[in-house]
């Protein structure tokens, strides 16, 4: 991956509706060659899919919840069949395994503290095997930003 490569990233990082054109023009390329290398890094993996960035607060997800969950085990099979229950669960926006204290920390969008009180029982809690769990409302989000490219 050369320079080029990671300006064409950066543009399709920033807005992933850009024209070829004017990806091509922020590169100093023409749209076919452009084509070609968006082509080869999605091929490569590099590019995983495109997305849409979405408002939580604009679709009454007023809420950000980072739980920090402990399993009883920690065997291949429950790390697994405890993925794919998270996989499940909609309110679920990230979930991590971490080293430290805590094996996951997930990140949970809900309409307000209600929401997420039924979140936990109906939802989290039902997962057997969990032992501990601890939850922290993010107050304020400082900071959003997209991989670092190292232009």
């Not at 060659?33 to 899919?49: H, M, N, Q, S, T």
């Not at 095997?129 to 670092?148: C, E, M, N, Y």
Request: glycine share 6%; hydrophobic share 40%.
């Amino acid at each position: 991956m050369d320079k080029i490569d990671r300006k064409i990233l950066q543009v399709l990082q920033a807005d992933a509706r850009t024209s070829l054109q004017d990806i091509g023009q922020a590169v100093g390329l023409s749209p076919s060659p452009c084509w070609g290398r968006i082509r080869k890094l999605e091929e490569a993996g590099v590019i995983e899919g495109y997305t849409v960035r979405l408002n939580p607060q604009a679709l009454g997800l007023n809420e950000t919840v980072l739980v920090q969950v402990t399993l009883d085990s920690h065997s291949d099979n429950t790390l697994e069949k405890f993925g794919e229950t998270l996989a499940a669960i909609p309110e679920v926006v990230e979930a991590l395994l971490v080293s430290g204290e805590y094996d996951y920390l997930l990140k949970v969008a809900v309409r307000d503290t209600r929401d997420y009180e039924r979140f936990l029982r109906e939802r989290l809690y039902q997962i057997k095997g969990i032992r501990h769990s601890q939850s922290r409302f993010v107050l304020r989000t400082l900071k959003k930003a997209d991989l670092p490219l190292g232009l």
